[in-house]
């Protein structure tokens, strides 16, 4: 009996420190944000380093950590090595933490809060209050994440406008339309941005908060 116990004992050390790997590959800032940047859709080194401003040897050897914690993969095209998580489970962790931290981490509100705050009038909707729109056909919703990341996935009847071309593309919007900005989700502010730009254009125009993976987890609930 006594062995038996000092066996169970073991395992369970053993099975927290497997936890424990997880744990301390989500310590860094900086791979939580490659985490979710793919979430988006896959990437190669060099998008992933434009994309979160870092240089390639970090994203090199932020990556490797998260090979060896099994949260992302590769495939090989060409030359060039490109990385996606290695689960879609991990995208529902990752909203998890989310809720979670904004939940239990007042700094999380008041950092947003204080942003928008120095944002003239912005208003945000509810992912319900845009379903609603959505359904009586009154609004044109508008992606502002990366073409690629629009064409791995985006809500239904959106229009692909990036950010970095907005100034550009927003004169295609008709006048009279309502407006509805939205991009990665809640950790990417480009949508009070461009809601920003939108009105000083003459536009009725609003934010959402959530991005494509919060839009379907409500829209599919597990």
């Not at 060039?80 to 998890?96: G, K, N, T, V």
């Not at 609603?132 to 985006?154: A, Q, T, Y």
Request: glycine letters at 4%.
């Amino acid at each position: 009996m006594e062995g038996s116990l000092a066996s169970a004992k073991i395992l369970k050390e053993e099975l927290y420190k497997q936890l424990a790997r997880i744990g301390k590959c989500l310590s860094s800032d900086k791979r939580l944000e490659i985490l979710n940047v793919l979430s988006q859709s896959p990437k190669t080194v060099e998008k992933l380093a434009a994309c979160t401003g870092m240089n390639l040897a970090n994203v090199s050897r932020h990556l490797q950590i998260l090979l060896d914690a099994k949260l992302v993969k590769f495939t090989k095209k060409g030359t060039y090595a490109i990385y996606s998580l290695a689960d879609p489970e991990i995208i529902d962790f990752m909203s998890s933490l989310w809720r979670i931290s904004e939940k239990q981490l007042p700094d999380i509100a008041k950092l947003k809060d204080d942003f928008l705050n120095n944002l003239d009038g912005i208003q945000t909707l509810s992912i319900d209050e845009v379903m609603e729109k959505v359904n009586n056909e009154s609004i044109v919703l508008v992606d502002l994440r990366p073409k690629e990341e629009f064409e791995m996935g985006h809500i239904s009847g959106a229009i692909s406008m990036p950010m970095e071309e907005l100034d550009t593309l927003m004169s295609e919007l008709p006048k009279d339309a309502e407006v509805i900005a939205y991009c990665q989700g809640p950790l990417c502010v480009y949508s009070a941005l461009a809601v920003q730009k939108l009105k000083q254009k003459g536009y009725k125009a609003y934010r959402m908060d959530e991005g494509i993976n919060e839009w379907q987890g409500h829209v599919m609930p597990h």
